[in-house]
């Protein structure tokens, strides 16, 4: 199986996300082949029957998460704070912030397209729509005043010789910040499946960030281009699957007719394994 990647076509290419946003892939140690590695070590080379793709297959399924630890990435990123706020309580990363202390802030703010601008719990109806567009319009435009009038006012604090700690407190969520984050491999799945919230609740979907699922998703892209073995059995059993608790599987199991289910002897087989059938 070829493993070679050509690093320089990855690496430092600003990927898009919303109006002002990036990430950016700086470095990276590691691919499909590190993973493979780190997990057959274990035997010292004695025969294990698995072959590549199946050992990764295995890992990720099985939740032996270590071998997936070898490979780290390192990116750079610019997001609003909020979105950086949300991002950095993911605490299993390594992180260095531009600072807002020690350098002048751009006046970079993130606009929302008016129609990601939602609102909850409103009736469907024709009055309601039109009513809720003016709304939106109206909360756009006093965005982005508010947004310049904060700046001028950071703007003149600084000429007036306040301190840069002091004078970016009027300075509201939407600014861009930049960082530096190097995390690795497992950890950053556990991050794409928590941000992407493919398979939460209503309930969860419904308050997770939009801006946030999208940088997962460009993260997510970008490292296929580096593990697509190990990125395509992730997406497979962790980021598209989903854990079923006991009465689940003894419900599932008591109806299931295994004769109509189109698997492979192999996926049949662990299916079987799992209901206890």
């Known amino acids: 199986m070829n493993f070679k990647i050509e690093k320089e076509n990855l690496l430092n290419i600003e990927h898009k996300v919303l109006d002002k946003g990036f990430i950016k892939l700086v470095d990276f140690m590691g691919s499909d082949e590190r993973i493979i590695k780190a ?3 274990s035997y010292r080379g004695e025969s294990i029957k698995r072959e590549d793709r199946e050992l990764i297959d295995y890992l ?3 939740e032996h998460t270590s ?3 070898q490979v780290v990435f390192t990116f750079y990123i610019k997001a609003p704070i909020f979105v950086a706020r949300q991002w950095m309580r993911h605490r299993t990363a390594r992180i260095n912030e531009v600072s807002s202390s020690y ?3 751009r006046e970079e703010f993130y606009v929302p397209l008016e129609e990601n601008m939602n609102t909850h719990n409103v009736t469907d109806n024709q009055d309601n729509k039109k009513t809720e567009c003016e709304f939106r319009e ?4 006093n965005l982005k005043e508010n947004q310049k009038s904060s700046y001028k006012l950071y703007q003149n604090m600084i000429n007036h010789n306040i301190s840069k700690e002091i ?3 009027v300075l509201p969520l939407s600014l861009y910040t930049e960082w530096y984050w190097q995390i690795d491999l497992n950890n950053l799945f556990h991050f794409i499946k928590l941000r992407s919230a493919l398979n939460a609740s209503k309930e969860v979907a419904e308050h997770s960030s939009k801006e946030m699922r999208e940088y997962a998703k460009v993260l997510l892209e970008i490292i296929e281009k580096i593990v697509p073995i190990a990125t395509k059995s992730f997406k497979n059993h962790i980021l598209k699957g989903c854990k079923l608790s006991y009465e689940e599987i003894v419900a599932i199991a008591g109806a299931l007719d295994i004769s109509k289910l189109k698997l492979d002897a192999n996926a049949l087989k662990r299916l079987q394994d799992k209901l206890n059938i």
Do not use: F
């Open 39 to 41: 997990a057959r070590i």
């Open 60 to 62: 990720i399924r099985n």
């Open 67 to 69: 071998p997936l630890e």
């Open 103 to 105: 350098s002048l802030i």
């Open 138 to 141: 109206e909360i756009l435009n």
């Open 167 to 169: 004078s970016r407190i």
